[in-house]
């Protein structure tokens, strides 16, 4: 086992949560600092889809992550579910892309991945899903994918965190700087005061190139705001994921129903517009005409880390020894997760990592 150290990390999503978590169960010291209370940001507002929305248009190094977390999230959610009774519910649907216009590269792609990604007849896809709109001409469906219910997968990584000895939880605890002597990174300024550590993992989402720039480094992440609205349905009402034109319906086994969602750069505000309300709206009726009858019961929006390519970084920051990076998911936190965080925890402790590091290494990226 790697010698205990002490890490702070920076930020309570999803990334700092599931980080904190595998560095705590492989025995280190860990201090999660949260600027307000865990779980409240993206990794609430996301809708949970455990797969790139279109994964063919992503680069080897996004599905490297999202193969491996893919086969990892029923495990971790029968883990998490055991260790503190909240059900992080992964729900096993599959999805149907309609009318696509790169049809013919999500087969190859399918072919090449070895995923089952296949053409269907459209009448296969009203068969299968009843409520489904009439205006598509063209269905493939994959049967595997599933959607995670994030806000309880948030809910059960903090339980399951409070009862691992090793871990403390500061919520309410901006860090606004770092202490650095020389080279090295001693620890954060925060509002309760310095906060020392071996080690400080800046894992806090959208917000992370602002605070990286506090020691002069251009990290290029920023916010891409995006909203969602939320139906309530029976719970047999939707079976399966549908997706067309970017715009997505996500069926909880509670019969609640995601639509989503917009891509806006309108910096750090996160206030739901009405017309993007009326959009969402439309999509879904689109999507699914019988939801023209049915109330909209949440909107919200959510501030993704948006990064180059989407390629998250993580790994050591060059030349400020001590500081790491778990940042930069972009669309797709929630499904790669699993693995940045499991190969996060590889490199720290110096164990084999489960997959090529190079993609994602700050060093020559920032
Ligand atoms: C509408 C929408 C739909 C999405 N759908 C999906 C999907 O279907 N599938 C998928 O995989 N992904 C999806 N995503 C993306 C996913 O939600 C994000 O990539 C992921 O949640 C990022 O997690 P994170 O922990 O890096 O960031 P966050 O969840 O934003 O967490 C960062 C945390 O850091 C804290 N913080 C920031 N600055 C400081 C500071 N100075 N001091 C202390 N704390 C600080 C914040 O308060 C926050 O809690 C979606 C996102 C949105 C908005």
């Known amino acids: 086992m790697a010698k205990q150290q002490q890490v702070v990390i920076v930020g ?6 599931l980080t904190a978590f595998n560095l705590a169960s492989a025995g280190q010291q860990v201090v999660l600092l949260e600027r307000s209370n865990v779980g409240q940001e993206s990794s609430w507002a996301g809708g949970g889809i455990v797969s790139p929305l279109y994964p063919w248009r992503y680069s080897p190094a ?113 860090v ?12 954060v300024q925060t509002s309760l005061g310095e906060i ?33 609205i939320l139906y309530k349905c029976a719970s047999d009402f939707l079976s399966c994921m549908v997706l067309a034109k970017g715009r997505y319906a996500i069926p909880r086994r509670d019969g609640h129903i995601l639509v989503g969602s917009t891509l806006e750069h309108e910096g750090f505000d996160k206030t739901p517009t009405s ?11 689109e999507l699914i005409p019988a939801l023209a009858q049915a109330e909209v019961v ?12 989407g390629i998250p970084y993580i790994g050591p920051v060059p030349g400020q020894a001590g500081l790491w990076l778990n940042c930069g998911h972009y669309r797709n936190g929630l499904v790669l997760a ?19 590091p190079a993609p994602y290494a700050p060093a020559g990226r920032i």
């Not at 606004?176 to 620890?187: K, P, Q």
């Not at 699993?338 to 090529?356: N, T, Y």
Request: glycine share 10%; proline share 6%.
């Open 338 to 356: 699993p693995a940045s965080c499991q190969l996060f925890a590889d490199l720290m402790l110096g164990r084999e990592p489960i997959i090529d």
């Open 62 to 174: 996004v599905t490297a992550l999202a193969h491996w977390s893919q086969d990892f999230y029923p495990q971790l959610a029968e883990h998490l579910y055991t260790a503190t009774g909240i059900d992080p519910e992964v729900h096993t649907t599959g999805l149907y892309w309609l009318d696509l216009d790169d049809e013919a590269e999500a087969l190859a792609w399918a072919r090449r991945e070895q995923r089952p990604l296949s053409a269907v007849d459209i009448s296969a896809a009203h068969d299968a899903v009843p409520v489904l709109g009439s205006g598509f001409a063209r269905a493939i469906y994959m049967a595997d994918v599933a959607n995670v219910r994030n806000p309880r997968l948030i809910k059960s990584l903090k339980a399951a965190l409070s009862l691992l000895p090793a871990v403390t939880i500061h919520e309410h605890c901006e």
């Open 12 to 17: 309570g999503g999803v990334i700092g949560l």
């Open 176 to 187: 606004s700087g770092f202490i650095r002597e020389g080279e090295r990174v001693l620890g």
């Open 196 to 228: 020392r550590g071996d080690q400080v993992v800046l894992a806090a989402g959208a917000w992370s190139g602002e605070l990286l720039q506090s020691l002069g480094l251009a990290l290029p992440v920023e916010p891409v705001k995006g909203q969602m």
């Open 275 to 285: 017309s993007a309300l009326e959009s969402l709206k439309a999509s879904a009726v």
């Open 298 to 309: 949440g909107h919200w929006a959510g501030l993704r880390p948006g990064s180059p390519e």
